[in-house]
């Protein structure tokens, strides 16, 4: 009796840090009386505060896997580099420190409380459901707006927000609407923060129909619903990621030699090509795709897409090789900079930069082919979601930044927790049986 107990509380505590975090990215965008911690954040820290119990009582052991070695090697680089900073110059830790602790609280949920409590097979169910609700939001959101002027809030009006130093939701919305006006359209967001929150989001849950387990059917209405959502977001990101799922899928698919798969997918891919084109001739989705091209011209150097995209690598091949080897230290950048005296043409306040150059930076090329190398390697063993999701990763690596944040964790661990391959083989084998 008191086993069955015990097993229905761990189930129950599975659901909801499975819940908790595919809720992150709706949750985190919402502040607390604590300074720089989010109501969404300060949730998972009071489900570790019950869980850490519970894996105590249960005599539970870390599990470790090769992208440990990543993580012992960022923090042991920063700790070392921090350390001659501090002998060498007038250096400050508390950056250091208030970024490592950061880092560690968002891996820590994605290797050490999600390989516990996450539930792959009902993080399936609940990420479609929440990916339905919001792709309808989205479209009611743009039809609402286009046809009646009414702006649906994508913030509880009345909240607190840490967005753009805290504002109110209600200060938020007017933000927006401002904006929609002086465009003459409005850039969908759903019940996230932002347009790109979204494009990171659907991009898994696309590719979660696109490249079911093997034995689940293909959903391709969901998918085509989740695409337009992402079309009317209007976000260089979501249309980054329609390219490369549906590319992915395209070319996967023109493997199989069946006839059936093979008209299935020319279907597919005439029907978003045209899609594409329809998009591209839109005076709307011009704009998008001038941000894109425009990435390529060196003469501009404003504007928050060419910054995030440029400013990272550019800072990067400016730092003196040993670092580019190494690393500047996660935290360390503004007084790296200083320090170096490194100054670039797309200077901003921060460490604004995409994911992939703040890697660079901070844990050098050493850190960076740990990063990628032990995520394939993980990724490879698994069923072939699992893959692409990574690949949608290293992508959005180029264009955000999205490095210790919600829908990161979501990426994450739909890596590292998808079935093995000789996993779902065992279950088609033994339903076959049955």
Not at 157 to 166: D, Y
Not at 255 to 267: D, F, H, Y
Not at 337 to 353: N, S
Request: proline fraction near 3%; charged fraction near 15%; charge should be positive.
């Amino acid at each position: 009796m008191n086993s069955n107990r015990s097993e229905k509380e761990a189930s129950r505590q599975s659901r909801i840090f499975t819940v908790s975090v595919l809720l992150m990215p709706a949750i985190i965008m919402y502040a607390t009386p604590i300074p720089t911690v989010s109501v969404g954040e300060l949730w998972i820290i009071l489900l570790i505060g019950v869980m850490i119990p519970d894996m105590i009582s249960k005599h539970r052991r870390l599990r470790c896997n090769c992208f440990c070695w990543y993580l012992l090697y960022a923090f042991f680089s920063t700790l070392v580099i921090s350390i001659v900073f501090l002998c060498t110059a007038f250096y400050d830790p508390l950056d250091m420190g208030e970024r490592v602790l950061r880092d560690a609280f968002y891996f820590s949920v994605v290797f050490i409380f999600g390989a516990e409590y996450f539930n792959y097979t009902y993080a399936l169910k609940i990420i479609k459901r929440i990916a339905i609700i919001l792709s309808i939001y989205m479209v009611v959101q743009y039809i609402t707006y286009s046809l009646l002027g009414v702006q649906l809030p994508n913030v509880i009006p009345f909240l607190k927000t840490n967005i753009s130093g805290g504002y109110l939701g209600e200060e938020l919305l007017e933000r927006i609407g401002r904006s929609a006006s002086y465009d003459g359209y409005l850039r969908v967001s759903g019940f996230f923060s932002e347009p790109a929150v979204c494009a990171h989001f659907l991009s898994v849950a696309l590719l979660l129909e696109l490249f079911p387990a093997v034995g689940k059917i293909k959903d391709f209405t969901t998918s085509f619903l989740y695409t337009i959502a992402l079309v009317l977001t209007f976000s260089v990101n979501a249309y980054v990621a329609i390219v490369v799922c549906w590319g992915i899928w395209v070319l996967f698919n023109g493997k199989n030699r069946k006839k059936s798969g093979l008209i299935t997918t020319i279907l597919v891919f005439s029907i978003m090509t045209a899609g594409i084109v329809m998009i591209a001739s839109n005076d709307i989705t011009k704009r998008v795709f001038e941000r894109l091209f425009l990435l390529g011209d060196t003469s501009i150097t404003e504007g928050s897409s060419v910054v995030r995209v440029l400013r990272g690598m550019s800072f990067y091949f400016e730092m003196p090789t040993f670092f580019q080897i190494f690393g500047s230290g996660f935290g360390n950048f503004i007084q790296f900079k200083d320090i170096y005296g490194i100054t670039t043409i797309y200077e901003t306040a921060d460490e604004y930069m995409n994911t992939n150059a703040y890697i660079l930076v901070s844990s050098g090329i050493i850190g960076f082919i740990l990063f990628v190398g032990s995520l394939y390697t993980i990724a490879k063993k698994r069923i072939t979601v699992s893959k692409m999701i990574l690949l949608i990763v290293i992508m959005f690596g180029f264009s955000s930044s999205i490095y210790s944040s919600a829908q990161f964790v979501i990426m994450l661990s739909f890596i590292l927790y998808a079935p093995k391959k000789e996993e779902m083989l065992n279950e088609i084998k033994n339903c076959h049986i049955t």
